[in-house]
C-alpha cells in the first residue's frame, strides 16, 4: 500500500529512487556522510533533551517521558496493524547503510517495521512539544533536525515520504493526548505559589501596627487639644 501511495504521490517513481538517482554515485561522499551521522543521532538527540529536561526542568519531565513512551508504543502497534516493506527491500535502489557497513546489516528485528516512521514522529513530537513549553530555542533546533531526519530516511531508503508524513501525524496526535490528559497546570489549591517573601513582609509590617481608634468626641482625636501642633497630654500624666 504505502508503495503505491508513493508512486502516486512520486509521479510513478517513488521518492527515494528519485534522490538516490540525483545524488548517489555508488560511493559516499560528504553530503552522504551527513545524512548517515544525523540517522545515527536519533539514538543521541531524544535523551540529551531528555537529560536536559530532568536538571533544569524537571516539573516538565511527566509530560516528556509520557510523549515518548507513546510514541514509541503507538509505532508498535503500526508496525504491527500495517507492517510495511521500506524502499530498500520493495525499490530498484541501494541501502545506503550497508554501503556504509561494508555488507548487509543484520540489525533489524522487524524489517517490516516502516510504517510509520518513529525516526520522523519523535522529533517531530519533542518539537512540537517544546514550542508549546516556550522553549523555543530547543524547538527550532530540533525541528531544522527533524527536517534532516526527514530527508535522511528517505534518501537513505529507510523510510517513503507516506511513513514520514504518518510520522508527523502520529506526533501531533501523541502531543495532543498527552496535553489532554497529563495538564501541567492540573495542580490543586495546596500547591498554589506562595506569596513573594517581599510582599509577605511588607505585609506583616503593616499588619503588626496596632491601630488605635478613638471614640467620638474624643479632643485628642486627629490632633484635638493640642497646641502648636503637639498633642496636649491626658489629665494627670504629666500634663504640668
Not at 52 to 76: E, K, S
Not at 111 to 121: G, I, K, N, Y
Request: hydrophobic share 50%; net charge positive; with cysteine.
Amino acid at each position: 500500500m504505502a508503495l503505491a501511495v508513493e508512486r502516486t504521490i512520486g509521479f510513478g517513481t517513488p521518492l527515494s529512487e528519485r534522490l538516490q538517482g540525483w545524488f548517489f554515485n555508488g560511493s559516499l561522499r560528504p553530503f552522504d556522510w551527513l545524512l548517515l551521522g544525523s540517522h545515527a543521532a536519533w539514538f543521541f538527540v531524544p535523551g540529551i533533551i531528555t537529560l536536559y529536561i530532568v536538571v533544569f526542568r524537571w516539573d516538565l519531565f511527566p509530560q516528556l517521558a509520557a510523549i515518548r513512551l507513546g510514541v514509541l508504543y503507538a509505532g508498535l502497534i503500526g508496525f504491527f496493524l500495517l507492517p510495511t516493506e521500506p524502499p530498500w527491500m520493495a525499490c530498484p535502489i541501494v541501502r545506503i547503510l550497508d554501503v556504509k557497513a561494508g555488507a548487509p546489516l543484520s540489525l533489524d528485528a522487524n524489517p517490516l517495521a516502516a510504517f510509520p516512521s518513529l525516526h520522523v514522529a519523535l522529533p517531530a513530537a519533542l518539537t512540537m512539544w517544546l514550542w508549546a513549553r516556550r522553549l523555543r530555542v530547543w524547538a527550532l533546533l530540533l525541528a531544522l533536525y527533524t527536517a534532516l531526519t526527514t530527508l535522511d530516511v528517505i534518501y537513505l531508503g529507510e523510510h517513503y515520504l507516506v511513513d514520514a508524513l504518518a510520522g508527523l501525524a502520529l506526533a501531533y496526535v501523541v502531543l495532543r493526548l498527552v496535553v489532554r490528559f497529563l495538564p501541567l497546570d492540573a495542580r490543586p489549591a495546596s500547591a498554589a505559589p506562595p506569596r513573594s517573601a517581599a510582599g509577605a513582609g511588607r505585609w506583616r509590617r503593616r499588619s503588626s501596627v496596632p491601630v488605635l481608634r478613638c471614640p467620638p468626641g474624643d479632643p485628642y482625636a486627629s490632633g484635638g487639644g493640642t497646641a502648636g501642633g503637639r498633642r496636649a497630654a491626658p489629665p494627670g500624666r504629666g500634663g504640668r
